[in-house]
């Protein structure tokens, strides 16, 4: 990003994996707790990148960043994580500049989604961009890039139906229940986990099952409470989950725990048992597997799921990407001020050193030399030039390069570009 005076000698990359290459136990080795995210930035601090926002979700995980080579981000990530760099060669994608500015626009605005309008990821942006700001990892850039995507999402979310529907993982889970499943207002349903799958899926199964027998556990149980309040549900001890799950008929996991939370050992019961794990990593052993009566189902098969809303949604893409692209042109066309910036800065300087030692002379000369008059005159025709200068460089039939070098020529701007 030389070129557009963003950083010196740094280019804007966005490194990653996500569903679309890295099965759900690869995307586990390199899920990003909140204890990693801050160990990353203060190594990103450590190795003076300049700025940077990584994000870590149930089906991706990315970092948008400055670095001279991605390999310098790639190792950010392999360093706080379980995963090697051997591993993220086989199912990463590396974007530079322009293509990373792009795909972070797809990326936020749902279209890269897993299920097709899940804006999820929006809020997880939005999150590691104030976590980045905080630790001093963020520059006008990148937070003005940020700001971009999030205004297409809401344009997206409001001119174009491609979320209508409720159709997004935890929904996704509901629904398979309910293809799965018979008389499911009467089945014991136990939901571990209370993070915001976990409470998204608990609104969706009260909400569309009509079921009072949902129980919830989570290892800080006032959370579970705070969940339960609001629909009325009942609230067990962590240290009862064995129990319960011998009660239920449905589990349904969703805990940010870095390892398997349920194994086989923990399963007494005979009677069948529907398991939905929807954490990455994944949450539940695949030993379960090996139980006659247990039945597991991961987030990634849920998401094969298509309906009838998905298929509408498909209908959208092209009024969504439409929007994209307009917001991303009014980025790439502030981006492109930041090219001629400085060269403009540098003319109306010297333009100003100019005024100045004409007014100098005048003053010298006429005793009755309106000071405020001749400096309000000067001033306005600095500004005058300049802008035209700005509006020459922003005309598209222009070569902003060419019409660079000729101003700095001109005007000998060389050595005033290193002074302002």
Known sequence: MQKYNISRSNY???????????????????????????????????????SLVVTSTCNRTEIYGFAQHPFQLIQLLCDNTRGTVEEFQDVAYIYKNKDAIAHMFRVGSGLDSQILGDFEII?????????????????????????????????????????????????????????????????????????????????NLVKHTKNDQITLINRTKTKAEQVAGKFNLIVKDYANLQEEITNSDILIVATGAQRPTIDKHIIQSKKQLLILDLSIP???????????????????????ITDQTLEKRKKHIPLAETIIEEVKTEFNNWLETRKFAPTIKALKHKLTNFATAELDAQRKKNADFNEAQAELISNNIIQKITNHFAHHLKDD?????????LIKKVFRLEGTLNNV
């Not at 679309?20 to 203060?42: Q, V, Y």
């Not at 398979?176 to 009467?186: H, K, L, P, R």
């Not at 039939?397 to 070098?405: A, F, I, P, Y």
């Open 282 to 304: 994944k949450n539940v052993d695949a030993n379960v597997e090996t139980l006659d009566n247990v039945t597991l189902v991961h987030l990634d098969d849920l998401s094969k």
């Open 12 to 50: 804007f990359y966005a490194i990653g994996l996500s569903y679309k290459k890295a099965d759900a136990d690869i995307r586990g080795h390199f899920s990003l707790d909140e204890e990693s995210k801050l160990a990353l930035l203060n190594q990103a601090k450590e190795n003076n990148i300049e």
């Open 397 to 405: 039939d222009t070569s902003t390069d060419d019409s660079l070098e």
């Open 123 to 203: 809020s997880q942006l939005k999150k590691s961009t104030k976590l980045s700001r905080k630790h001093g990892l963020l520059n006008n850039f990148t937070e003005r890039l940020v700001n971009a995507v999030i205004q297409a999402s809401k344009r997206i979310k409001t001119e174009t139906e491609i979320s209508s529907g409720a159709t997004s993982v935890s929904f996704a889970s509901v629904q398979y229940i309910f293809n799965s499943v018979e008389d499911i207002s009467n089945k014991n349903i136990l939901l571990f986990g209370t993070g915001k799958i976990g409470r998204n899926t608990c609104e």
